[in-house]
């Protein structure tokens, strides 16, 4: 990429910014699903999925959305983990509940998991972008006090 291209995105707002940065997660966490699913069931497959979009999403998010925190490293892995485990947990679940009402509404399986696995994706970037914002990336020491507050 050139630095003009570069400039220009990293003048683009930290919303989208996170957005662009977890697109680009999200889309290596739904398409690396795929070939995981020929080997694994379903859920197994999202939860694997999952793992490798987020080690996506934290090179991209602290390279390019959070460059600034001065939050060490290790402590914005540990918190990173942690808002992804919850919110994982919350898309797993949504995936399978999507996936069931596709199917029962007469979907057929492999799309019914495609479109199932994406809406559920989507429907954990704003708490990702909540937890990461507040947590992960905050202000020196916020990570352990947004926690006690939660």
């Given at each position: 990429m050139n630095r003009t291209a570069w400039g220009l995105l990293r003048g683009l707002p930290q919303p989208v910014r996170f957005l662009l940065a977890g697109g680009g997660a999200a889309a290596v966490n739904w398409l690396v699903r795929f070939p995981?699913?020929?080997?694994m069931p379903f859920l197994a497959a999202v939860?694997?999925?999952?793992?490798?979009?987020?080690?996506?999403?934290?090179?991209?998010?602290?390279?390019f959305v959070?460059?600034?925190s001065a939050r060490p490293v290790l402590l914005q892995a540990r918190d990173f983990f942690l808002v992804n485990l919850l919110t994982s947990g919350l898309v797993?679940?949504?995936a399978l509940l999507f996936v069931a009402?596709?199917?029962?509404?007469?979907?057929?399986?492999?799309?019914?998991e495609a479109v199932a696995h994406a809406g559920a994706i989507a429907a954990g970037a704003l708490l990702n972008y909540?937890?990461?914002?507040?947590?992960?990336?905050?202000p020196r020491g916020a990570g352990?006090?947004?926690w006690h507050r939660v």
């Open positions: 995981l699913s020929a080997v939860l694997v999925a999952a793992v490798i979009g987020m080690l996506v999403g934290f090179v991209l998010y602290r390279g959070f460059p600034a797993a679940l949504l009402l596709a199917v029962r509404f007469g979907m057929g399986t492999v799309l019914a909540l937890g990461h914002s507040l947590v992960t990336f905050g352990m006090r947004a």
